[in-house]
Structures are given as structure tokens and as C-alpha cells.
């Protein structure tokens, strides 16, 4: 058997209240589609004219043996303070002023290796820094060229970490499974 629910009618003033909400809603849902990819253009396009703005630095090792990437991550320490002067502000006599004490700091301690450091247009590989994906595109920087440059690529832009990659070490701990280690216990005890 039907429950008996208890019919109320609503007064015409909600009625009313409930069509203006209906109404208000609908055109809140309205302006919400259309703004929200204007919006996420403009972020977009003005994402885009911060990375082009940026000045950036790459070092790159002569292979991606442990010594030659011990290496570059020597010469990019050595040459930190010379990042810092890096800003998008810095105009081109500036820049080439940091190239030539750049240059220099590496004939002073790197005379055995071939070294090259290029300024200007240089193509960077795409790359995703937290919520920010850099497209592959060329972009006014520095390159320093390690030997053959055939190693992993180190790079970033000036702002806002000063040429300072991420060192999250996760600790990498053995996973257990319980079956697995059972069965070895019983055959030992075999």
C-alpha cells in the first residue's frame, strides 16, 4: 500500500521567489559559460607574455655519465652569483659584461674542458615547472655548453628561484608483501 504524503500548495509569493532564483540561477550559469574561456585565454596569453619576458639560463653536461654531470652541477654552483646578476632588466652591454666574467671565471678553472657560453635566441625543450608548462620555443637566454652537450638538460628562469633546481629527495623505502615474506619463512624452516 501508497503512503498518503501530505500536499501543500506554496503560496504565490514563493512562487514567485522560486522563479526569480530559477531565473537569477539560469543566468549566472549563462554568463559563467561564456566568461570562463575568456578568462582562461587571458591568463593564457598573459602566462605566455611572462615567459617570453624571462630571461633564462641552461646549462647543459657533456654526457649523462655521473662525472660529467657532477661536473656541471660544479660549474653551475661556481657560477651562481653570476645568475644573479641576470634579471629581465639587464641590458645588453650588461649581459655582455656578465659573458665576458663568466667566460672568464671558466678559463681560470676549467682550462682542461671545452666550454662554450652562448647569449642570445636559444631553442629550450619544453619543460613543466609546478603548474607552469614552458612550450619548446626560443627564448632570450644563456647557455653554457659542456664538451659535446650531450647530457641531460639544467635550466630555469631567473625568476622566481634564482637558478636553483628542486632537491626533494623522497626516500625510497622497501615494500614488504606479506604473503611474499611468508612463503620465504616457511621454506627456511624447511
Known sequence: ???????????KLNIIIACVKLIVMGIALQLCV?????????????MNQVQEQDFRVRVIANSNTAHDQYEKQQL??????YFQQVTKDVDKEQLLVIRQQMEQHIKENYPQTAISV??????FPPKRHQAILYPQNMYQSIVIQIGDARGDNWWCS???NVCEPDKEEEEESEVNFFVWEWLKGVFEEL
Open 76 to 81: 653551475v654552483q661556481e657560477l651562481q652569483p
Open 34 to 46: 561564456y566568461y570562463i574561456p575568456i578568462l582562461i585565454d587571458l591568463a593564457k596569453e598573459t
Open 1 to 11: 500500500m501508497l503512503n498518503e504524503y501530505k500536499i501543500t500548495r506554496l503560496s
Open 158 to 160: 631567473v625568476f622566481p
Open 118 to 123: 652562448i647569449l642570445g635566441a636559444n631553442l
